[in-house]
């Protein structure tokens, strides 16, 4: 063997020895941490196994030996990622099989979606890996004595007697290491610590969020959420720069009380906004969310036929204005949301005129970014009503 080889050999059986040894040592909090991004404990030992084992397969292992923990916590999330779509793919198909036995139909809006907020949960769950993320910054035993107290929620008596240690050493290792986590989040880790509203960002308000544009598939969002104001602003850089039209603002009294996150806003915003149109087209009248007066809507009318159809309702006592596309309103559609939930980077294609069923149709259609999967939406131009819909997931209804 050379000396390149031995050198070679030599590393790679440090870098087995560390990851045995981080392996050991981060066992139980990886049990922990599917736990929480599953919420099943049952499967909790298993997936950890799995994480081991694809550690053990990677050729990609940290440099350092305190990049162990964040990076084992990353193998985890992707497996209990993986674990989820297979489940929600089995209950998929267990649903479908149970409305077929029922005598169900597949018509279009008969179901409707489930009430946990998926977008919502994601982002508590990643918002757990950032800050499991900025725990392996810390000391093992700053870290141990934060995830006791903070997260297993033990009493301070039980953590210092655990850590061989008085309770005043112990409020005195948690308030330094509360403000070591603050630093990390505000230095190494800041642009994530940002977008969850964890660290102040340095500009008027606009930050770059974690979110690809859905109309282009090509930039990440900008966005401004202010919940004192009940304000909500979302831009694509790109597609402003063509058109000057912000991809989403909304202001509704309550709507986004609570809230720090642009995906969690956007989510809630898409479920307010489906059944608002929803049932302003369904009455011919929407209820102005700002000062609650009943106001009648109105359709644009189409100078070119390929041109997006539009929808305008303006209130006439506080002089709200509200305003959709065909194309906006059916992204707000629970079919489209899974289906961006699936293909985070996708591109919607200019709605369009064609003929369906012997009269004219508008066809609005979004394609993951790799062009592997598409979703088509047929409606009435007219009523904006919606015919047909093609690769949706089954087990989704408006």
Not at 130 to 158: I, N
Not at 169 to 181: D, F, N, Q
Not at 216 to 243: A, I, M, N
Request: proline residues 4%; contains cysteine.
């Amino acid at each position: 063997m050379g000396a390149h080889g031995a050198i070679r050999a030599i590393q790679d059986e440090t870098h087995a020895l560390r990851l045995e040894e981080a392996l050991r040592s981060e066992r139980a909090r990886l049990v922990r941490w599917c736990a929480y991004l599953t919420g099943n404990p049952d499967v909790a030992e298993d997936l950890a196994q799995e994480t081991c084992a694809a550690a053990w397969r990677s050729a990609g292992r940290p440099e350092r030996a305190e990049e162990y923990g964040a990076w084992l916590a990353g193998i985890a999330r992707n497996i209990c990622r993986s674990w989820r779509r297979r489940q929600l793919r089995e209950s998929s198909h267990v649903a479908s099989i149970a409305s077929d036995a029922a005598g169900a139909t597949d018509h279009i809006g008969e179901l409707t979606l489930e009430a946990a907020d998926l977008a919502e949960l994601v982002e508590r769950q990643e918002l757990a890996l950032l800050l499991d993320h900025a725990l392996a910054y810390l000391p093992a035993e700053t870290r141990q004595a934060l995830v006791a107290k903070y997260l297993e929620e033990a009493p301070l008596a039980e953590v210092a007697a655990r850590m061989g240690m008085s309770e005043s050493a112990l409020a005195a290792r948690l308030h330094r290491g509360k403000r070591a986590l603050r630093h990390v989040l505000t230095t190494e880790l800041r642009d994530e610590a940002v977008s969850f509203g964890l660290a102040p960002a340095e500009d008027d308000g606009w930050r770059e969020t974690r979110i690809w544009c859905p109309v282009c598939g090509s930039r990440r969002f900008v966005g401004r959420l202010t919940p004192e104001t009940d304000t909500f602003v979302l831009r694509c850089p790109q597609c402003y720069l063509r058109d000057r039209v912000d991809f989403a603002r909304w202001s509704a009294p309550g709507l986004f009380h609570g809230l720090s996150s642009h995906r969690a806003a956007l989510s809630r915003l898409s479920r307010s906004a489906h059944e608002f149109y929803g049932r302003s087209l369904s009455n011919g009248t929407a209820m102005c969310v700002r000062c609650g007066v009943t106001v009648t809507m109105r359709r644009a009318r189409q100078e070119e036929p390929d041109t997006d159809f539009h929808l305008r309702i303006i209130c006439a006592r506080c002089s709200a204005k509200y305003s959709a596309t065909l194309s906006g309103i059916v992204f707000c559609h629970p079919h489209t949301q899974r289906f961006w939930r699936e293909h985070s980077r996708m591109t919607t294609l200019p709605t369009r005129a064609i003929e369906y069923g012997g009269q004219r149709a508008a066809l609005t259609s979004f394609v993951s970014r790799d062009g592997a999967a598409r979703l088509d939406f047929i409606s009435d131009p007219q009523t904006f009503v919606i015919l047909h819909v093609n690769g949706a997931a089954p087990n989704v209804r408006d």
